[in-house]
T-cell receptor, first 113, second 123 residues
Framework: GIQVEQSPPDLILQEGANSTLRCNFS?????LQWFHQNPWGQLINLFY???GTKQNGRLSATTVATERYSLLYISSSQTTDSGVYFC???????????????FGEGTQLTVNP | NAGVTQTPKFRVLKTGQSMTLLCAQD?????MYWYRQDPGMGLRLIHY???????AKGEVPDGYNVSRLKKQNFLLGLESAAPSQTSVYFC??????????????????????FGAGTRLSVL
């Protein structure tokens, strides 16, 4: 199956700092989503970004599908940004397997005041 | 719209007991999924369904059964719970992906929407 690697595994920031999270994947994909899992365990969709660049407030994401990686940028981090950030992808192999996602192991982000 | 709703939110079982987790979605999605998340790991797919009356195995299906009798509901069953099944279970749903169609709108139907999770402990 497809491999998804996220880096770094852990990241500690001071409030106000910027950060970049990376997701590498081993095959072509037609779905890539970034999620934030907050300290209460809730999964929140951040971006659907199989290719290109998107921005939403202080967060932005870029996926370079031809080079099989995606980046999540967090600017001016806040304590509420703490949690685990997951990248999840779906291989580009048609509909027979459904739209199931393969998740990376996540980046644990801690933002200190 | 409530989105994806999971019940119960928490459950404690003894080894060998059985239970069913319910997932309901009100978005008229074709596809539904059950994942489990273990400490320090990403989500892994247990079973999924591409439509009413159909189910298929995911990455870690052993020890679980599923049913999709109605389009809006996807049930996950544990017939004889084991401590290794202590985990957080997430349900998700998505539209039927339309391959071959151009445009962001069609591609956006690929997005999976997740429920709030069920925390299960098996003693």
């Amino acid at each position: 199956g497809i491999q998804v690697e996220q880096s770094p595994p852990d990241l500690i920031l001071q409030e106000g700092a910027n950060s970049t999270l990376r997701c590498n994947f081993s095959d072509s994909v037609n779905n890539l989503q970034w999620f934030h899992q907050n300290p209460w365990g809730q999964l929140i969709n951040l971006f659907y970004i199989p290719s290109g660049t998107k921005q939403n407030g202080r967060l932005s994401a870029t996926t370079v599908a031809t080079e099989r990686y995606s980046l999540l940028y967090i600017s001016s981090s806040q304590t509420t940004d703490s949690g685990v950030y997951f990248c999840a992808v779906r291989r580009n192999h048609g509909e027979t397997s459904g739209s199931r996602l393969t998740f990376g192991e996540g980046t644990q982000l801690t933002v200190n005041p | 719209n409530a989105g994806v709703t999971q019940t119960p939110k928490f459950r404690v079982l003894k080894t060998g007991q059985s239970m069913t987790l319910l997932c309901a979605q009100d978005m008229n999605h074709e596809y539904m999924y059950w994942y489990r998340q273990d400490p320090g790991m990403g989500l892994r797919l247990i079973h999924y369904s591409v439509g009413e009356g159909t189910t298929a195995k995911g990455e870690v299906p052993d020890g679980y059964n599923v049913s999709r009798l109605k389009k809006q509901n996807f049930l996950l069953g544990l017939e004889s719970a084991a401590p290794s099944q202590t985990s957080v279970y997430f349900c998700a749903s998505s539209y039927r992906m339309s391959t071959g169609l151009a445009g962001e709108t069609s591609l956006a139907k690929n997005i999976q929407y997740f429920g709030a999770g069920t925390r299960l402990s098996v003693l």
